[in-house]
């Protein structure tokens, strides 16, 4: 996970290098595409935005009082998270939807993903890039079902082949509780 408390470090590009300006322009759009396959549910186009070997968590927050705000996001390896998949788990997902026999998602969810306040956090000298995005996502289901979540993500992204692909995704959730019936969406 990004260190908050750090400042945010600012991308100084190198000779013939982008600038933060290009760079976050291209992110943006880069995740702009994202959200548009996650609501028309091209759901294996989506899955090709990331490597063979990337990580999608989403811990659960917790209450905890301000003197313990350090614990109000677990890291990784330390609580039982909404989310713990790699690539394999998320096709198995994705499958499971193509095939008509998950549940959850029979018929499936209407989404509206909007992505926005990116920040780079970091560019590492080989591109790799640290970024931080917040999130809206409508979801409706069936007749009746209906969820608004709201929270934030960071991604770690590498540069392969003049496109992006995403490492490491946490998805940080505004609340601790999940009202919702299922959460088989992605984020």
């Known amino acids: 996970m ?7 470090e600012v991308f100084a590009p190198a000779a013939g ?27 294996h186009e989506w899955l090709d935005l990331f490597t063979e070997d990337v990580l999608y968590f989403m811990p659960r927050r917790k209450n905890v009082p301000s003197r313990e705000s350090h614990r109000e996001i677990p890291p990784y390896g330390t609580d039982l998270p909404f ?3 790699d690539r394999k788990m998320m096709l198995v997902r994705i499958q499971r939807m193509d095939s008509g026999m998950a549940w959850a998602e029979e018929p499936p969810s209407r989404t509206r993903h909007l992505v926005g306040n990116l920040v780079v956090e970091r560019v590492e000298e080989d591109g790799t890039v640290h970024t931080k ?3 809206l996502c409508h979801r409706s289901h069936a007749e009746y079902d209906t969820a608004l979540y709201s929270g934030y993500r960071e991604d770690i ?14 998805i940080v959730l505004d609340v601790n509780v999940v009202l919702d019936k299922n959460m088989a969406i992605f984020f």
């Open 83 to 85: 989310f713990d998949e």
């Open 133 to 135: 995005t917040a999130f």
């Open 2 to 8: 990004i260190d908050h408390d750090a400042e945010t």
């Open 17 to 43: 290098a982008k600038t933060s300006q290009e760079l976050w322009t291209e992110l943006n759009s880069f995740y702009i595409a994202e959200a548009w396959l996650l609501d028309e549910r091209k759901m």
């Open 157 to 170: 992204l590498h540069p392969v082949d003049g496109s992006w692909k995403i490492s490491r995704r946490t």
